[in-house]
């Protein structure tokens, strides 16, 4: 089964759970619209592809933990942008090009969304801490999940510098973009028995090419390719590295971090694939940041 | 230790973890004030009285597991009024006589808040995971917390059924306020090695008074005593168990649920000293729910 497809079939058993009977009907119709259709599914892919590239595949008996990893690591981000798209944070109205949730369902029911979904993260692995051997196992990857998902170090933390009156950028996209990119290479190799921290540093830099793509797409990205709403940061002021570096000193840095995120890699089985999948973030990260305005020889420099 | 001294102890420690460096100082401090000063910490109680009936106090290898099943009770708890007293809920703009989270240190900041609590609830117990011959107690605990905070059976889909168009007032009532008591019995019960199934009953009696005691405090209770703004059921049309039976049927009501709550008790060696502490919540709700046009004949009744 290819990896995205075994990210679909994980995401809706995990969601069958938390929409089942007596859960409100439209609070049901609300939660899967916070996951389906979903985005790139950046995060969860890359649980698996580490997971692979160290040997966990089709008939391994870790292969479950691994996706449960990754399915809780979506359900978190989902739930992120569920709440970053609220009135009082982005008040975006689409996003992927749907009606967000809390213009679809109404702005309570959305919070209430992000609620269930960042709690349906951390019952995608609990079981597994009642399983003989995995215990210890599946009690890591949960700390590691509560780590990029909340204070001081995950996502929670993470929009909450946008609200400060004076920002520490480093711990901003550290918080915001980083932990959760972190998290995910290091519950990919987890589930694998590897040790986690060796694959950190190739999260960070993952971490840190997105949020300057990310920061680049919204200076002046198509709004109608990305799904969402553009020249958000601007409208609400808020951080962008791209501001700061001008769009072709940050196209320039985003495609160093992904050089070295790609040379960051440990020695392992897969590495190759794994290489190429990377590369393939990046290629996309590249096509998604190119602002409308960016010259030609900034988009090769 | 006095309960309640033990409990303010537990959650400055877990909350210290959430608000240390590099956590934003404004969310911090908003953090703060969603735990700090408490109400009556009833779950958390229950938690700690119910594992000390069954002998886990002073110097008992299981305090600590039993101090953090209560720890996150509370902060989800905290977490849930955080999110309820949001503008697009109650709009609330005081709670226990101090302005809510979102009228001190704005919307945003209090969704993210409500976030991060959810996710130190989790925190609190995570550790134990990974703590020889406790992993699969610790998992256990995990899964109670997160059946009672998520969907389709916790708060998130307690609040949930307030806004939808038909409720299922049984499902709204186990989700919204029952479930967190019979985590709370559970939680005491598991941390001591107790079956926890026969302790549920107790948590549900005790939820059904606790939401009968709310719904007649809604009702005519005393603002300035409770703490929070009444009359806000009839305000937002939400479905309130006191305007269907009358202030005389609700009382009578919540008296009988209280004594089967008390009768429900399972036989341990701390029987009398928990019965006692379940008939003072029980004396606390029949003060607070008592609304001022209540005849004194139903208040006796």
Not at 59 to 79: D, K, N, R, V, Y
Request: charged residues 20%; proline residues 6%; negative net charge.
């Amino acid at each position: 089964m290819k990896i995205r497809e075994r990210i679909e079939l994980t995401l809706t058993n995990h969601l069958k759970r938390l929409v089942q009977k007596p859960c409100p009907p439209h609070f049901a119709a609300a939660i899967e619209a916070a996951v389906f259709p979903g985005g790139g599914r950046v995060r969860p892919m890359l649980v698996l592809a580490v997971a692979r590239a160290l040997g966990v595949d089709e008939g391994h008996p870790h292969l479950a933990l691994a996706e449960s990893g990754a399915a809780a690591l979506e359900l978190l981000h989902c739930a992120s942008l569920v709440h970053d798209d609220l009135p009082c944070f982005d008040d975006a109205t689409y996003r992927r090009g749907l009606p967000t949730v809390h213009t679809a369902y109404g702005e309570s029911t959305a919070v209430l969304v992000g609620d269930a979904l960042i709690v349906g993260a951390f019952q995608s692995l609990i079981p597994f801490t009642m399983q003989s051997g995995r215990e210890a196992l599946a009690g890591r990857m949960l700390a590691i999940v509560g780590d990029a998902a909340g204070s001081p170090r995950g996502i929670a933390a993470g929009q909450a510098w946008e609200t400060e009156s004076s920002v520490d950028l480093v711990a901003y996209h550290d918080a915001k973009t980083a932990s959760m990119f972190e998290a995910a290479v290091m519950l990919g190799a987890l589930a694998a028995g590897d040790a986690p921290g060796q694959w950190r540093p190739v999260g960070r830099l993952l971490g840190e090419a997105y949020q300057i793509a990310d920061d680049l797409a919204d200076l002046g990205g198509d709004a109608e390719w990305l799904g969402k709403p553009v020249r958000q940061d601007a409208r609400n002021d808020r951080p962008n590295a791209a501001r700061h570096l001008g769009v072709n000193g940050a196209t320039l840095r985003l495609r160093r971090t992904l050089a070295a995120a790609c040379e960051a890699v440990p020695d392992c089985p897969g590495r190759d694939g794994l290489v190429e999948l990377v590369n393939g973030i990046g290629m996309r990260l590249l096509t998604v940041a190119a602002p409308a305005e960016a010259t030609p020889d900034a988009a090769v420099a």
